[in-house]
């Protein structure tokens, strides 16, 4: 069983395209977040949701409008895609992390083309 | 400055061998501390987290120098296997985020 899935694995997508990735975990943890991995390995985070609530936007451009229809699902919607949109985005949750960080998705890898 | 600085390496180890890898933040606030590893293509995945007395989980060993903001990971015995990206994590008392460095990449030949 995964414990967090997200989909699709890859997406390559032209300019100006909308789209959306999902991420689902089973793990019962109650924070979720989205990650960006650029071109240059660096991995930053974009934002996090606890139990549906927003907690973290980490000044993303508003173009990305996470979602999170319950606690075990965030989904990130990206509008009107720029070439510099490309990059892995990772889903993560967390529950007692102090202790045992986050467990993370294998990862969307976008190109926008 | 980043706020979580690492050597990027890469770091060319024959088999059997031990090495080290450091890592410095800058936060004072800094709380909670892991070194992750990430294989090409992969997603991260926690090795260990830090602790302030020094943890060790067999080969590995990490310690902590809360003075001087410094972290470091010792891998003894240093297997194929080990190759990899190792990310230097911090997480701050203000918000539940995780803070990465870019990783000191190892490679372990035969």
């Known amino acids: 069983d995964t414990a967090v899935s997200q989909t699709p694995k890859y997406l390559v997508t032209q300019m100006g395209n909308d789209k959306s990735i999902k991420c689902e975990q089973n793990?019962?943890?109650?924070?979720m977040y989205w990650y960006k991995q650029d071109s240059k390995k660096f991995l930053k985070i974009m934002f996090s949701y606890n139990n549906k609530e927003l907690i973290i936007n980490e000044t993303v451009p508003n173009r990305f409008s996470p979602k999170s229809p319950d606690k075990a699902h965030l989904n990130l919607h990206i509008n009107s895609l720029e070439l510099g949109d490309s990059a892995v985005y990772f889903c993560a949750s967390s529950q007692d992390f102090r202790d045992h960080g986050y467990t993370f998705g294998s990862g969307t890898r976008l190109t926008v083309v | 400055r980043k706020e979580v600085e690492q050597d990027p390496g890469p770091f060319n180890v024959p088999e059997g061998a031990t090495v080290a890898f450091n890592c410095t933040y800058s936060?004072?606030?800094?709380?909670?501390f892991f070194w992750y590893r990430q294989d090409c293509r992969k997603e991260p995945k926690l090795l260990m987290s830090v602790y302030s007395s020094g943890n060790e989980d067999g080969r590995f060993t990490a310690q902590l120098n809360r003075a001087s903001q410094y972290i470091s990971l010792l891998i003894r015995d240093s297997k194929l296997s080990d190759s990899a990206t190792y990310l230097c994590v911090v997480k701050l008392t203000t918000a539940d985020k995780l803070i990465f460095g870019t990783g000191t990449r190892l490679q372990v030949f035969p």
């Open positions: 936060n004072s606030a800094s709380q909670s």
């Open positions: 793990l019962g943890h109650d924070t």
